[in-house]
């Protein structure tokens, strides 16, 4: 469900009566919880935020986020809860255990087939069809995911445990999961007494026995280990030989990956800095490198809980994770509120508790000094043109209105160099009239607020009836004047493709919003589709 980017409709503090809702609700989905838990799932002082999105796919859901972490999600009016909900509560669903390889393919968008189901020696929780269960990795009770169960308990031995298993609605590293702060599953140990799986007591065995072998159980999965699944089928039962092969592989390949360590930190520091300073540095790196690459100033203002997960998330050198938690600042806002100080940016909240970035210099020398590593230089193409699911972004068209200069309008811009039929943008104008105007002199000396009009400026800008009358135009007023003598055109640029420049105005889109039966209100969208053609075609 959330495998691909979401649209955020809007994103507002809680009220008290939807709080007290919102608690009463979740007490009466998960009665497992105690009093003291449910305060810790809605907090009744603590900052708590209703945000209502759009999947992908079109659907509505509202997520309910607790520091700028997402708890719950509800969806038909059925509440679910998160990972990091579940990391807090492992014991609150059902659990079913997969092997670590599969939850790549999990993350990929598939769901949990019944033959990378672990069957434990005291046999599988007993779920009927429709149960929303959690899915857990070997070795770890830390639920990754939840998923619906299509079938029973029962119906699933009584199938030989083959088919689908469960339609996975969230999982840890999906978009819903990036929402949040992006830390990865905590280690939980199995309880004490559990009975664990013929396997994995061979493996524990084959372990005391063979000194330095590395077991895919100890490793925690992180979005930036590679682990080597490709021959792995979720709808096919695997050797136990062969799992144990597939688990030996990647394992080895995740503790290589570990070994080469940070590309982007001299070796000569990774003894002097503490692990504070070197997330510090990390968060300086990604928060430069978004700034000087990736955030335009038509982005602006820009949500800051944006900012981190789609721009400096997106700028973290592979192999690295950042934890702004294990950083000096241990919240981003006093990070921000950090860059604020030293006036690289300027953050204020545009709506209730809903902070947004309004203005960066790109002039400060923080930003002007800044190098961008090699590494994430190369990278950077790649990273923009893709997204995390490995499809091609959209990238909308810019759109840039133009002035040509006419027959009339020549001779004032003949001294810089235009002729007639060349197009410029306002800023070229507005630059074009000043050179000309101080190259000729025509400041009035008494007031510099004025312009005196020559005789090129009166033939120009000036009609028949006000030629006699006029001997000085404002500085506003001559500007105007001028950009309303010129043609207009404007410009598109499709992403990858050359600029199109195309006379006239562009034909602006109405958006109105209309009352439809049982007090529905849709918008409506009102824009000529032939001109619209012409200019995605360029004809």
């Known amino acids: 469900m959330f495998a691909k980017a979401f649209r955020v409709r809007s994103n507002t503090a809680i009220k008290g009566s939807d709080r007290r809702k919102l608690r009463a609700d979740v007490a009466a989905t ?3 919880l105690s009093a003291e838990q449910l305060s810790e799932v809605v907090p009744s002082k603590e900052e708590l935020n209703v945000i209502k999105l759009y999947t992908h796919k079109g659907d509505a859901v509202t997520v309910y986020a607790n520091s700028r972490n997402p708890v719950l999600f509800e969806m038909g009016k059925t509440l679910y809860p998160t990972v990091y909900t579940l990391w807090a509560h492992p014991d609150l669903l059902p659990a079913f255990t997969t092997w670590p390889p599969v939850l790549h393919k999990l993350v990929g968008g598939a769901d949990l087939m019944l033959p990378g189901v672990v069957v434990p020696s005291s046999g599988l929780p007993q779920v009927d069809r429709g149960t929303l269960c959690a899915i857990t990795l070997v070795g770890n009770r830390a ?98 030989a062969e799992v144990e092969e597939s688990e030996e592989t990647s394992a080895n390949e995740a503790a290589e990956t570990i070994e080469e360590g940070n590309l982007d930190v001299p070796q000569e520091l990774e003894d002097s800095r503490s692990p504070q300073e070197q997330m510090d ?38 192999g690295q994770q950042i934890d702004i938690k294990k950083s000096s600042y241990k919240k981003f806002s006093k990070f921000l509120q950090s860059m604020q100080e030293q006036k690289i940016l300027q953050v204020k909240e545009l709506s209730k508790g809903v902070e947004s970035i309004v203005d960066v210099d790109w002039r400060h020398d923080s930003i002007r000094s800044f190098v961008v590593p090699e590494i994430a230089a190369s990278e950077l193409p790649a990273q923009d043109s893709k997204g995390a699911d490995g499809e091609q972004l959209y990238h909308p068209p810019e759109i840039i209105p133009l002035f040509g200069i006419s027959s009339k309008m020549a001779p004032l811009f003949q001294e810089s160099g235009y002729k007639k039929g060349s197009t410029l943008s306002s800023s070229e104008v507005r630059s074009v009239v000043i050179n000309y105007v101080k190259t000729n002199e025509l400041v009035d000396e008494t007031n ?4 005196k009009v020559n005789p090129i400026l009166c033939d120009c800008l000036l009609k028949k009836s006000e030629q006699d009358k006029i001997s000085k135009l404002k500085w506003d007023d001559l500007l105007s004047r001028c950009l309303d003598q010129l043609q207009p055109f404007h410009q598109v640029t499709f992403a990858g493709h050359e600029p199109i420049v195309r006379k006239g105005n562009i034909d602006p889109i109405n958006i109105t919003i209309a009352q439809r039966s049982s007090n529905k209100k849709c918008s409506l969208c009102e824009a000529s589709l032939e001109d619209s053609l012409k200019t995605a075609t360029g004809s």
């Open 30 to 32: 998960f009665p497992t």
């Open 143 to 240: 639920p990754v995911a939840i998923g619906i169960a299509t079938m029973s308990t029962m119906e699933m031995l009584a199938a030989g445990m083959k088919g689908k298993g469960f339609t996975v609605l969230h999982i840890y590293m999906d978009q819903l999961w990036s929402f949040g702060d992006k830390t990865c599953p905590p280690t939980i140990v199995s309880l004490e007494g559990e009975p664990v799986t013929e396997h994995v007591e061979e493996e524990e065995q084959d372990d005391k026995g063979e000194e330095g072998r590395v077991s895919e159980n100890s490793l925690p999965i992180d979005p930036s280990l590679p682990t080597d699944i490709g021959n792995m089928s979720l709808s096919e039962t695997a050797e136990s």
């Open 281 to 318: 540095a990390l968060l300086h790196q990604c928060f430069f490198h978004a700034l000087k690459c990736k955030v335009k100033k038509s982005e602006l203002p820009l949500l800051t809980s944006t900012f981190l997960s789609n721009y400096i998330f997106s700028c973290c050198p592979k």
């Open 448 to 451: 510099k607020n004025f312009v």
